[in-house]
């Protein structure tokens, strides 16, 4: 008798290999040919490997896509474009703003089963799909975009990447309230996520990896938005302070880590009396919650009143920094705008906050110094060690106290 809730199909067999068995094939990494780019994949595109490039409508996720289709198809890599949103006359005027043309192949389909088939039939190395919110499954009831369209044509085409060993590029719309336009799942069947954030008020655009099967999740890459396309950013701390404002209180400069790369970034504060009954604490690249206990560390344990008046932060240049050695440089800034008192215009700072108004050791300082020093910064003010060295140019300071008596005296 068959046992209470089995199938009535058995599965077969399948032989194992072994671990050490497994071969990697040399050449699996496909360089884009955009150094920014391929520093957030981990060193370029992964044969058989499916992108997910997620952000909002605008930004500029078709225009990077395109520049890196063009560097493919300029080194011999065939690359399928898939048109779901515009054109082929659109995207053309597109590839010639920003000179990518030799190589690309496009195809203006949004049926996944005809897509399907034009990849078999055409045999490319990259396929770009623009965007996945465009394709339908014609087994399928339901329009493009929604829950049960976007989740069959994803899975469809992940495993005919797996299958055909063709690296795969999907973009994903992301909606107001920063998550990927349809289902969440896609975030689990693809290799890797990849954020495009940025302002349209702002140049600057940050593409950082939020998944990752084949690299860090750590690195970012950051790009200027101009007439001719995006641009690859070679000295981002230089390009992030060349608008920097003289003898304006409220401003630090921070020494913050984007993976492996060190990163000068100036944090703003402007403290207003308040005519609320509830004073408004807002924030723009900075973390509220991170912010509010910044304040409350600021206001008991350095005596810095601050229950009447507005706060308004934020990080110049559109990045954004979720580390905790932002409290240091933040509480700096809040301070000097609430005294009205400018900080030594070649000073910064880093360094985590404690709820005791201790200066926490935080990762890679020596990085941090060496980069603020290579900006020409003759200050940088960091956590004492108990029983180590400070790296050569970084004063220490124990309570952020003691910062504010060294920077604001």
Known sequence: MQAPGTGSVEGVARPVTALADVTVAAGHRVPTGITEFDRVLGGGLVRGSVVLIAGEPGIGKSTLLLQA?????????????????????????????????PGISLVAEVDAAAIEATVLAERPAVVIIDSIQTLFDPGLDGVPGSVGQ????????????KTQDVTLIVVGHVTKEGSIAG?????????????????SDHAFRIVRAAKNRFGSVSEIGIFEMGEDGLAEVGHPSAALLSRRSEGVAGAVVMATMEGSRPLLVEVQALVTPSYLPTPRRLSVGVDTPRLLQVLAVAERRASLPLGSF????????GVRVTEPAIDLPLALAIASARRDQEVPRQCAAFGELSLTGEVRPIPHEAARVREAARMGFDVVLGPTRAGKDAPDGMRGVQTLAEAIEVLLP
């Not at 198809?73 to 005027?93: F, I, K």
């Not at 976007?150 to 990447?161: K, M």
């Not at 975030?187 to 940025?198: A, I, P």
């Open 69 to 101: 289709a063009g560097r493919l198809g300029s080194a011999g890599v065939p690359v399928l474009y898939v048109c779901g949103e515009e054109s082929l006359e659109q995207v053309r005027s597109r590839a010639d703003r920003v000179d990518a043309g």
């Open 150 to 161: 976007v989740r069959a044509t994803a899975a469809r085409l992940v495993r005919l990447a």
């Open 183 to 199: 289902p969440r799942v896609l975030e689990h069947v693809v290799d890797t996520v990849l954020y495009f954030e940025g302002d």
């Open 310 to 317: 507005d706060v308004y932060v934020a990080v110049a240049g």
